[in-house]
């Protein structure tokens, strides 16, 4: 999962194929590796896409290859690449182990020698655990109120209000002390799990359930919009929804069992589709059929996959053990860099919105350069539209609406599109 962020995604409506790929790419796969480009390493840890469309990208030192490389976190915008370190940054190591960004677009970079760090686009801030660790932060994620969740290789769970952190381990609660991954639902119950055959949730206090014999500990975990709980385990994944396990199987998928590898990663992309990541390849779930990506049937360059992300353009980002970065659209992957654009060129801009969580009544601003045509609306996470507040023709200016919500909750987006152009901002609903 997971989860940095002035922040607008610039979207172009109706671009569909990608123009100028080098011949050696394939239209629907595009790759990126130390040998060909400025990315820090081969391995990659974690991935997480930011309002802006840049892809903030959680990597290890490796060698291998002929080439050794540093490791750090990179930053992709389409077009360059930045990598922050030990040496320009206030993270403490080079092996990242957990990435993600939080609803003000603040970047949370967890290491495997157990410090968590935050950048706001300007300031590095480092925010040391109340005891010292020196185990990896497998998983970070942000709840509805902005407190921060992180796991831990050997110390728990720990939990951040902004002020201080809060310690859930095996001496205070019935969590264990090697926890692998943490999501927050849209409920904004807390999920956590690792080693037994047990996932925790928190509502308040922990509870504790009972998985299938099957998973007999937790690699991953990702919930989607319906609050339905997906986690991973080595060899099996399953699902927990409305109180009743899935365990997807042979007979359910169709994949043999023994084609299932250690589960890494579970995403879910803007079209509703779910996504696995594991050891032996790449799982599509589209509600009804099964589709397995393997280096022998697909553009995947290796079956080690590692990291999943997905953006509103339609793409797939993969990150795997070996070879580096991997982008994957059947249409053909479409990349900031290939919308032809200036900063000239934008006549629109969208506010943050306030309040932001928000528990009723919303404030939403944006600016016109031009008389234009707008459409505003709110989308859901996987793009649909589920309230249009305005559209049509609209003056030149600054413009604000108070809109008044009383049904909607959990994470959406507001969305202003104009002159083949789309700006959107991220909105929490309690």
């Known amino acids: 999962m997971k989860r940095p962020v002035v922040r607008y995604i610039i979207l172009v409506i109706g671009l569909l194929m990608v123009s100028g790929i080098t011949r050696s790419q394939n239209p629907a796969w595009m790759y990126w590796d130390p040998w060909t480009c400025t990315i820090p390493s081969r391995y990659i840890s974690d991935i997480e896409v930011d309002a802006e469309g840049r892809k903030w990208i959680g990597t290890e030192p490796v060698c291998g290859g ?10 992709f915008d389409g077009y360059t690449w930045f990598v922050y370190d030990s040496l320009n940054s206030s993270l403490n190591s080079n092996f990242i182990g957990s990435v993600h960004i939080d609803a003000d677009d ?3 970079v967890g290491t495997n020698h157990g410090e968590v760090s935050s950048f706001d686009g300007s300031i590095w801030e480092k925010h040391p655990f109340p005891v010292s660790v020196n185990v990896p932060v497998f998983s970070i994620e942000s709840d509805l109120y902005g407190n921060i969740w992180a796991t831990t290789g050997g110390q728990g769970l720990f939990m951040y209000n902004g002020s201080v952190w809060e310690q859930h381990h095996s001496g205070n609660s019935i969590l264990p002390d090697y926890l692998s991954s943490v999501d927050v639902g849209p409920d904004n119950s807390v999920w956590a799990g690792g080693t037994g055959n047990t996932i925790f949730k928190y509502t308040g206090d922990w509870t504790g359930t009972a998985m299938p014999v099957e998973m007999y500990f937790t690699s991953t975990i990702a ?3 319906e609050n ?3 986690v991973g385990s080595d060899g099996v994944f399953c699902n927990y ?3 009743v396990w899935t365990v997807y199987d042979e007979n359910i998928t169709g994949i043999p069992d023994t084609a299932i ?3 890494f990663d579970i995403t879910f992309d803007y079209s509703g589709n779910t996504w696995i990541g594991h050891s ?3 799982i599509k779930y589209d509600g009804a059929d099964w589709t397995t990506y393997l280096p022998t049937n697909s553009g995947l360059l290796s079956e080690h996959i590692q990291a999943l992300a997905a953006d509103e353009l339609g793409n797939l980002w993969i990150g795997t053990a070996d070879t580096g970065l991997i982008a ?6 479409v990349s900031i860099s290939d919308i032809r654009y200036s900063k000239s060129d934008i006549r629109v801009s969208l506010l943050p919105p306030f309040p932001n969580p928000s528990e009723g009544a919303v404030t939403i601003q944006y600016e016109l350069e031009e008389a234009t045509h707008i459409q505003l609306s709110i989308v859901d996470i996987f793009g649909r539209v589920v309230e249009i507040l305005n559209m049509g023709p609209e003056n030149k200016g600054k413009h604000s609406i108070i809109w008044n919500n009383d049904k909607l909750k959990g994470i959406y987006f507001i969305r202003l599109s104009s002159n083949n152009q789309s700006l959107s901002r991220k909105l929490i609903l309690h």
């Open 66 to 75: 002929g080439i050794c490389t540093d490791g750090g976190l990179a930053v």
């Open 106 to 108: 603040v970047v949370w």
């Open 223 to 225: 919930i989607n919009h």
């Open 228 to 230: 339905s709980v997906w």
């Open 241 to 243: 929804f409305a109180g």
């Open 261 to 263: 590898g250690y589960v």
């Open 280 to 282: 032996k390849g790449l």
């Open 328 to 333: 994957y659209q059947e249409n053909g992957v």
